[in-house]
């Protein structure tokens, strides 16, 4: 396989680097279905054996909780997640919510996850078992245990080991349907990243920080009037509770409609460069344990509480590197042998004194710097494959190397200098840009969410 290395390095190129008797049967499902709709009704089957004598009993005990599109919710799966996310609360130590209310909460993130499932499931992602188990593996290793010992905890947990790892393939697949989709609608401008680079000076990379809670009553672009003063006025509600001393953590989990709801709201650490602009504006002047007044968006109804601040910023700096190579590829003509044998015979002309230039002009198969004299120009650490990156960092200036075995052939590298790059500008820029992109991104997913729930069948079916 050839590569073309041009004047820019090989970043852009192939160069460039690249989760006993007759039984008595008792049923009690209970299935809703919209007329001339085909809904896929996948109910699962928990069987319990009585053995008394000549019989036995089984009794199918779960139900349909409710329709999205052509999936169901079932019981037993939303009283396993409102049973986790209770585990969750009180091993913060925090009161329960009320459990019906709690149930509301889970019950919605359940709707939404399907709604994206089958999303996931129409553009065709797919997540296989391999890239399942090194996901799985890296969770492990992040809390220093072995794959087995994560399994042996999550079972200690009561949690069956194929349930998790079904949780977590839906979790890859969520998070990829949900980039895709969202990152289509984001748009960044030149001219926005200038503004938030022009901030992040302002405020030296924004050297305070903070720990905010945030609580979302969601709101459509058009509701009503009559809709808007009624969420509003249980906003201000809320608001009058966390201000008298009610806890911020149960009254999301509770209330909001946020993607940190059910884990009491937090939005972790951020600066203010990293807040939408609404947030920011608010969050700037407040002092801990302060509770905004309701702020209003596209999505709705917003309550932020500052829990605590702390800054901080570093500057970035690595070490370059400029080089210029010969490849010799093998290929039809010149097998894997003669190919070693002719960049070792072109390492030796340069050190009897022959141009490096000329001889790649000449013989690189490397067209795109071949045509340069072989000319990759300053790199970063990183930019090229491992085996061709190790060769050359054991180089002295104007050294010149063996030939050296890459995936894309031989090379004959010299180094022709290093320098301290002072890099703080650059990824300063590439800062502001990811805070465009994850600001607009938070946003649009919230819109999205609720485009897709406002579009889809969804029926209830309650246990009355």
């Known amino acids: 396989m050839g590569c073309s290395l041009g004047i820019n390095g090989f970043k852009s190129t192939n160069f460039a680097k690249r989760r006993n008797g ?5 049923l009690e499902v209970k299935i809703g279905l919209k007329m001339n709709k085909l809904v896929k009704l996948a109910v699962v089957i928990v069987i319990t054996f009585y053995t008394a004598l000549s019989h036995a009993k089984i009794e199918i005990i779960d139900r349909v909780v409710a329709l999205v599109d052509k999936d169901v919710v079932l019981a037993s799966e939303l009283v396993r997640r409102t049973n986790s996310i209770v585990d969750q609360i009180k091993s913060r130590n925090q009161a329960v919510p009320p459990i019906e209310k709690l149930r509301e909460q889970v019950l919605e993130r359940l709707i939404l996850e399907s709604l994206q499932l089958q999303m996931a499931k129409r553009a065709g992602v797919r997540i296989s078992d391999t890239e399942l188990d090194a996901t799985i593996e890296r969770i492990a290793n992040d809390s220093k245990l072995s794959v087995e010992q994560f399994r042996k905890k999550i079972e200690s947990e009561g949690l069956a080991w194929a349930i998790f790892r079904e949780d977590i ?5 969520i998070s990829r349907v ?12 030149e001219k926005e990243v200038d503004n938030v680079l022009a901030q992040i000076n302002q405020e030296g990379e924004s050297r305070t920080q903070y720990s905010l809670g945030h609580i979302l009553l969601p709101l459509s672009e058009g509701a009503s009037p009559e809709e808007v003063s009624k969420v509003r006025q249980k906003a201000q509600n809320i608001v009058r509770q966390l201000r008298g001393g009610a806890n911020f953590q149960e009254y999301a989990i509770t209330h909001s409609a946020g993607e940190n709801a059910l884990s009491g709201g937090g939005l972790g650490w951020r600066s203010l460069s990293q807040l939408p602009s609404l947030f920011a504006d608010s969050v700037r002047n407040m002092k801990a344990n302060e509770v905004t007044e309701p702020l209003r968006s596209g999505s709705g109804l917003h309550i932020l509480k500052l829990f605590e601040s702390k800054g901080g910023f570093e500057t970035h700096s690595v070490v370059q590197t ?9 290929n039809a003509i010149l097998d894997e042998k003669a190919a070693y044998e002719k960049a070792q015979l072109l390492r030796q002309r340069v050190l009897e004194g022959e141009d490096f230039a000329e001889l790649a002009v000449e013989h690189s198969d490397d067209k795109g ?24 960092d054991k180089l002295a200036i104007n050294e010149i190397s063996q030939a050296v075995k890459s995936e894309f052939g031989y090379h004959i590298i010299q180094v022709l200098g290093r320098r ?3 890099q703080t500008e650059e990824k300063k820029r590439d800062r502001a840009y990811l805070i465009l992109h994850n600001r607009k991104f938070e946003e649009e997913a919230l819109l999205w ?7 889809a069948y969804i029926k209830i079916i309650n246990d009355k």
């Open 22 to 26: 007759s039984p008595e049967v008792t």
């Open 169 to 173: 393939r839906n979790e890859i697949m």
């Open 178 to 189: 949900r980039k895709g989709a969202v990152t289509r609608r984001i748009k960044v401008s």
């Open 322 to 330: 400029h080089a210029r190579h010969i490849l010799i590829t093998p």
């Open 369 to 392: 710097s071949g045509a340069l004299g072989g000319d990759l120009d300053w790199a970063d650490p990183g930019t090229f494959v491992p085996e061709f990156t190790e060769a050359m």
């Open 420 to 422: 301290d790059q002072d």
């Open 449 to 455: 969410l609720r485009e897709m729930r406002d579009q």
